[in-house]
């Protein structure tokens, strides 16, 4: 599980990128965003799957967004 910010987005090709709270960073595409907007914005907190992407370079998958402030 990665859980980081938004560090980059780019709406016009679709690719973002996460980076997790230990500086590195993972390549998204705007179709693994968890609720469909297919847009989002730099520096919103997020988590996601980490998973094997194309070359063996590790990507996020399903980017949720998230709030540290909610309390369950």
């Given at each position: 599980m990665i859980e980081g910010v938004i560090d980059e987005f780019d709406a016009y090709t679709g690719v973002g990128v996460v980076r997790d709270y230990g500086g590195e960073r993972f390549f998204f595409h705007c179709?693994?965003?968890?609720?469909g907007s297919r847009s989002i914005d730099p520096g919103?907190?997020?988590?996601?799957?980490?998973?094997?992407?194309?070359l063996g370079i590790d990507e996020a998958r399903v980017v949720t967004p998230w709030s540290r402030d909610v309390v369950v």
């Open positions: 179709v693994e965003i968890a609720d919103t907190p997020v988590c996601a799957r980490r998973a094997a992407g194309h």
